[in-house]
């Protein structure tokens, strides 16, 4: 998995840049629709994460890959463009 592969330098500089960075503030003004995707086997995005974006963005509609992690798009490609609504 990613989480196992990645390099923790560049954990802590995406980090830094992104300190101060309000996103509360800035995705409670999205207002088209959102589709949020996480792989319930996720160690970056907890279940609270998704939960607290749910909350901010008043459009986001949520779900939960199962078998995946955080790259649920790569590693299950047909439940993500199902749960995008994409294919059927």
């Known amino acids: 998995a990613i989480a196992t592969e990645a390099r923790p330098r560049a954990f802590s500089l995406a980090a830094e840049v992104t300190r101060g ?3 509360d503030g800035l995705w409670s003004r999205i207002a088209c629709p959102v589709v949020a995707v996480r792989g319930d086997d996720d160690v970056f995005v907890s279940p609270d994460d998704l ?5 901010a963005v008043p459009s ?15 590693e299950r490609p047909v439940e993500t463009l199902r749960a995008l609504g994409l294919v059927r």
């Open 21 to 23: 960075y309000d996103a």
């Open 60 to 74: 986001l509609r949520s779900a939960v890959i199962r078998d995946a992690g955080h790259f649920a798009h790569v």
């Open 51 to 55: 939960d607290l974006l749910v909350r």
